[in-house]
C-alpha cells in the first residue's frame, strides 16, 4: 500500500514523534492506525472504532500542552483510548446494545485479512483458523484481561507502560495478562 | 522468608509462565496481530481526515494565506479611503463657488403703501356706482322683518295655545 504508514514502526520514532507533537497532522497520521487497531480489536465494531479513534485525538488536541514526554506519544495516545473504551462500555447504551455488539464482533472476520502469504492453501487455511480461535478466545476475556492481552500482544507495549496506559500496577497487569494468556492457549493453542 | 519476598517469587514466577505461553503462542499470535494490522491500515485509509489547527506546519500555511489574503485588502482600503477622503476635498473647494453660503440681503418688493383714507374713498367709488333697477334697493322699506309683537298678535288670531 503506496503512502501509507506501516502500523509498524521502529521505537526510536516514539521519541522524534513525542519532539514533533506540533505538528499535529502526522501525529494522527503516524498513529492513527495503532488506535484504531487496539480500539477494534477491543470492542469490535468499526463504527464505534472509528468514532473513538477520532475522539481520541481530538482529546489528545486539546491536552497536547500537557503532554511533558513523561512517557512516550505512543504510551500517552494509548491511555486516553483505553479510558474511552472503558467509559463507552460502561455506558448505558453500551451495556443496552451489548448484544448487538457481540452480534457485531461474530460479524467481524479478522482472519480474512491476513495476508496470503503462506506456502501451500492448507498453511493458509490453518492460519486462518489459529487467527479465528485467537479472536474467539479473545471476546471470551474479561474487559481488564482483553485490555492488558491486546496491548502487550497488538500492540507490543511492555509490562510497565501498559501498566501506565491502564493506570494498573505491574502485577495486577501481570496477573490479567497471566490469565488471559491461559484462555487463550485453552482456545487456541491445541492448533498452533 | 518475608510475605514481600514471597510475593516476589509468585511473580517471577507468573513472568515465567507468561513467557512461557508467549513462546508457545507466538505463531497464533503473530497472525492474529498481522490480521488486525492489515484491517486497521486498510480502515484508516478510508477515514476522512481532518486538518489540526494548531499544527505547526499547518498553521504556518494558515498565516500565510492569512497575511497573502489581508494584505492586498488592507491596500485596498487605504485606497479607497484616499479616494473618498480626496473627492471630499474637491467638493468643499467647488460649493463655495457655485452657491455661496451668505447671500447679501436683497431689497425685496414691497407692496406700495396705501393711506387708508385714500382705500376708503377707493372703495365707495366703487360702490356708489349704478346697479342694476332690480338690484336697487328699495324704497321706503320698513322693517317689515317678523318682530315679537307681530308673532303674538298674529299666534293669538290663530288661537295658538302654547
Known sequence: ???????????????????????????????????????????????????????????????????????????????????????????????????????????????????????????????????????????????????VFLLRFVEELELPQIAEATGMNENTVKSHLYRALRAVREKAGNAA | MSMQNQNRDHGDRKLESIEQMERELAEPLGYFRAALTAMAEHETERMPSRRWAGSTAHAAGVRRRLVMGLVPALLLLLLTAGLVLANKNDKHAVVPAQNPVAVENEPVATPKQVSDSALFTEIDEDLSENVPQSMAPLEGATASTTTHENTKAVEETNGVEK
Open chain 1, 1 to 147: 500500500m503506496e503512502g501509507t504508514v506501516p502500523v509498524d514502526y521502529p521505537a526510536a520514532a516514539w521519541s522524534a514523534a513525542t519532539a514533533e507533537i506540533g505538528d499535529f497532522d502526522e501525529v494522527v497520521r503516524l498513529y492513527r492506525p495503532r488506535i484504531f487497531r487496539y480500539l477494534i480489536a477491543t470492542l469490535g465494531d468499526r463504527d464505534v472504532a472509528e468514532s473513538l479513534t477520532q475522539d481520541c485525538f481530538l482529546k489528545a488536541w486539546s491536552a497536547r500542552h500537557q503532554f511533558r514526554g513523561e512517557s512516550s506519544l505512543m504510551t500517552w495516545l494509548t491511555r486516553i483510548a483505553v479510558n474511552l473504551a472503558r467509559d463507552h462500555i460502561r455506558s448505558k447504551r453500551m451495556r443496552f446494545w451489548q448484544k448487538a455488539r457481540a452480534e457485531d464482533m461474530d460479524a467481524l472476520d479478522v482472519s480474512e485479512w491476513l495476508a496470503d502469504e503462506r506456502s501451500t492453501p492448507e498453511r493458509s487455511l490453518l492460519a486462518r483458523e489459529q487467527v479465528n480461535r485467537v479472536w474467539t478466545a479473545v471476546r471470551g476475556l474479561s474487559p481488564h484481561q482483553k485490555t
